[in-house]
C-alpha cells in the first residue's frame, strides 16, 4: 500500500509538472527531464526512498506515455481526454523494469519491500523482462511476469473458418456450428442490482457502506473473470482446430450508440475473443485475417446478390439462386471468402479448404 501510494504521489507531481510548464512558459517536459525532477524529489521527500528507483521512473513513464496518447489522438481527430490526476485508491500497480526483485523456491523478493509469498500458478518460460505487481478492485494482489519466450508452432493445418459475431448466436461458423451466447452479465444482473441498491441506501462513509461497495466489486470481478475464462477456453479451440480464422473488423464503439442493444454487446465482448485468439494464432504460427464487415449478412453467399433484411429477419432467402439457410452462416461464409481473397486465396483454394 504505502508503494502504490508513493508511485501515485510521483504520477501526480509529474502530470502537475508537465502540465504547469505548458501552461506558464509553454514548455514541453520530456521524460528525461521529468527523471530529472525525480532526483530532486527524492531529496525533498525521504519516504521516495523506500521505494526502488525503476519503480518510480516507470510511473513517469506512464505518464510519457498518456500524454504521447493523448497527443495522438488529437492528431487524428478523435475525442481526447487529458491525462487524469489519480485519487486515493486509484492507483493500482508498479512495475519493476528488469531489476529489482527476484523469483525464488519459498517465494519473490521485491527490492525496499521484502519477501512475498507467492502461488505460482504455471511453470515459468523464457526469460523474465519486467514484472508488474497489481491490486484488483477486492483487494487481491498479482505477480504479472512479462517473458521472452520462443513461439511453438503447431503442425500445418489447411482449415479455414469465417466467424460472425452475434448476440442471439455468440460466434456462428461457416460450416454451420456456432458458439452460444453466455450472457455472463444479464445471468447475474438481478444480484448485482440488488447489491447496488443496498450500497445506494447505506451512509456514506460508514463500515456497512464499505461492505456493500466491496459485495458490488465482487459481483463485477465474477462476471469479468468468467468471461475472460470463456474467451480463453474458445480462442484456444479455434487456434487448435483452424489454420485460418476471418473474423469482421467490428466498430464496437459506434455500435454501442444503439442503446438498445448496448448493454447486450457489451456483455458479449466480441473484441475480447478476437484479441485472444490473434494472441494465441501468432505463436501457434496460425492465421487470423479482419475483414470489412459492411454487407456480410446482406450478401448472398452463393451467387453474391445484395438481399437488404432488417435484423429481426434470421434467414437469408436469396431470389435470385434460391440458396435459403441462416442469416449468421450466410455471413460466416461471406466473412470466409473475404478473409481468403485478402490472402490472394478463394474458397476452393489448395492453400486452404473450408473447416467442417
Same mark, same amino acid.
Given at each position: 500500500?504505502?508503494?502504490?501510494?508513493?508511485?501515485?504521489?510521483? =504520477?501526480?507531481?509529474?502530470?502537475?509538472?508537465?502540465?504547469?510548464?505548458?501552461?506558464?512558459?509553454?514548455?514541453?517536459?520530456?521524460?528525461?527531464?521529468?527523471?530529472?525532477?525525480?532526483?530532486?524529489?527524492?531529496?525533498?521527500?525521504?519516504?521516495?526512498?523506500?521505494?526502488?528507483?525503476?519503480?518510480?521512473?516507470?510511473?513517469?513513464?506512464?505518464?510519457?506515455?498518456?500524454?504521447?496518447?493523448?497527443?495522438?489522438?488529437?492528431?487524428?481527430?478523435?475525442?481526447?481526454? /487529458?491525462?487524469?490526476?489519480?485519487?486515493?485508491?486509484? /492507483?493500482?500497480?508498479?512495475?519493476?523494469?528488469?531489476?529489482?526483485?527476484?523469483?525464488?523456491?519459498?517465494?519473490? =523478493?521485491?527490492?525496499? @519491500?521484502?519477501?512475498?509469498? *507467492?502461488?505460482?500458478?504455471?511453470?515459468?518460460?523464457?526469460?523474465?523482462?519486467?514484472?508488474? @505487481?497489481?491490486?484488483?478492485?477486492?483487494?487481491?494482489?498479482?505477480?504479472?511476469?512479462?517473458?521472452?519466450?520462443?513461439?511453438?508452432?503447431?503442425?500445418?493445418?489447411? *482449415?479455414?473458418?469465417?466467424?460472425?459475431?452475434?448476440? %442471439?448466436?455468440?460466434?456462428?461458423?461457416? =460450416?454451420?456450428?456456432?458458439?452460444?451466447?453466455?450472457?455472463?452479465?444479464?445471468?447475474?444482473?438481478?444480484?448485482?442490482?440488488?447489491?447496488?441498491?443496498?450500497?445506494?441506501?447505506?451512509?456514506?462513509?460508514?463500515?456497512?457502506?464499505?461492505?456493500?461497495?466491496?459485495?458490488?466489486?465482487?459481483?463485477?470481478?465474477?462476471?469479468?473473470?468468467?468471461?475472460?475464462?470463456?474467451?480463453?477456453?474458445?480462442?484456444?479451440?479455434?487456434?487448435? +482446430?483452424?489454420?485460418?480464422?476471418?473474423?469482421?473488423?467490428?466498430?464496437?464503439?459506434?455500435?454501442?450508440?444503439?442503446?438498445?442493444?448496448?448493454?447486450?454487446?457489451?456483455?458479449?465482448?466480441?473484441?475480447?475473443? @478476437?484479441?485472444?485468439?490473434? /494472441?494465441?494464432?501468432?505463436?501457434?504460427?496460425?492465421?487470423? !485475417?479482419?475483414? %470489412?464487415?459492411?454487407?456480410?449478412?446482406?450478401?448472398?453467399?452463393?451467387?453474391?446478390?445484395?438481399?437488404?433484411?432488417?435484423?429481426? !429477419?434470421?434467414?437469408?432467402?436469396?431470389?435470385?439462386?434460391?440458396?435459403?439457410?441462416?442469416?449468421?452462416?450466410?455471413? +460466416?461464409?461471406?466473412?470466409?471468402?473475404?478473409?481468403?481473397?485478402?490472402?490472394?486465396?478463394?474458397?476452393?483454394?489448395?492453400?486452404?479448404?473450408?473447416?467442417?
Amino acid at each position: 500500500m504505502q508503494t502504490l501510494e508513493m508511485c501515485r504521489w510521483v =504520477y501526480n507531481e509529474t502530470l502537475a509538472a508537465r502540465k504547469n510548464a505548458w501552461e506558464q512558459e509553454h514548455q514541453s517536459l520530456s521524460l528525461y527531464d521529468t527523471n530529472k525532477l525525480l532526483t530532486i524529489w527524492k531529496q525533498e521527500h525521504l519516504e521516495l526512498r523506500n521505494v526502488f528507483s525503476q519503480v518510480l521512473q516507470n510511473v513517469q513513464a506512464r505518464v510519457d506515455l498518456a500524454f504521447k496518447a493523448f497527443f495522438r489522438r488529437v492528431k487524428t481527430g478523435e475525442k481526447a481526454g /487529458y491525462p487524469r490526476f489519480r485519487g486515493y485508491g486509484w /492507483y493500482d500497480s508498479f512495475t519493476f523494469k528488469q531489476f529489482g526483485f527476484q523469483l525464488l523456491d519459498n517465494g519473490l =523478493y521485491l527490492s525496499k @519491500i521484502g519477501m512475498m509469498k *507467492l502461488i505460482l500458478h504455471r511453470p515459468m518460460e523464457g526469460r523474465i523482462k519486467t514484472l508488474t @505487481i497489481q491490486r484488483d478492485a477486492v483487494g487481491n494482489w498479482y505477480a504479472c511476469f512479462a517473458c521472452n519466450v520462443e513461439p511453438k508452432p503447431s503442425s500445418f493445418n489447411d *482449415l479455414a473458418i469465417g466467424i460472425d459475431m452475434g448476440l %442471439e448466436c455468440f460466434a456462428k461458423f461457416s =460450416y454451420g456450428d456456432g458458439i452460444n451466447n453466455p450472457r455472463f452479465f444479464r445471468r447475474d444482473e438481478k444480484e448485482l442490482a440488488k447489491a447496488q441498491r443496498k450500497l445506494s441506501k447505506a451512509e456514506k462513509g460508514t463500515p456497512q457502506r464499505a461492505k456493500c461497495r466491496r459485495a458490488v466489486q465482487h459481483i463485477h470481478q465474477r462476471i469479468a473473470n468468467r468471461r475472460r475464462n470463456f474467451a480463453h477456453q474458445e480462442s484456444r479451440k479455434l487456434v487448435n +482446430a483452424f489454420g485460418l480464422m476471418a473474423f469482421e473488423d467490428l466498430r464496437i464503439k459506434n455500435m454501442l450508440q444503439n442503446h438498445r442493444l448496448a448493454k447486450s454487446i457489451s456483455d458479449a465482448a466480441w473484441r475480447q475473443l @478476437i484479441q485472444y485468439t490473434t /494472441y494465441k494464432a501468432e505463436n501457434a504460427g496460425r492465421v487470423v !485475417v479482419l475483414v %470489412e464487415p459492411r454487407n456480410t449478412s446482406q450478401r448472398c453467399s452463393s451467387c453474391g446478390q445484395l438481399v437488404e433484411k432488417s435484423l429481426g !429477419v434470421r434467414v437469408h432467402a436469396c431470389p435470385v439462386c434460391g440458396l435459403v439457410m441462416n442469416r449468421d452462416q450466410n455471413a +460466416a461464409l461471406n466473412i470466409l471468402r473475404l478473409g481468403l481473397e485478402s490472402l490472394g486465396q478463394t474458397l476452393e483454394a489448395p492453400a486452404f479448404r473450408r473447416g467442417a
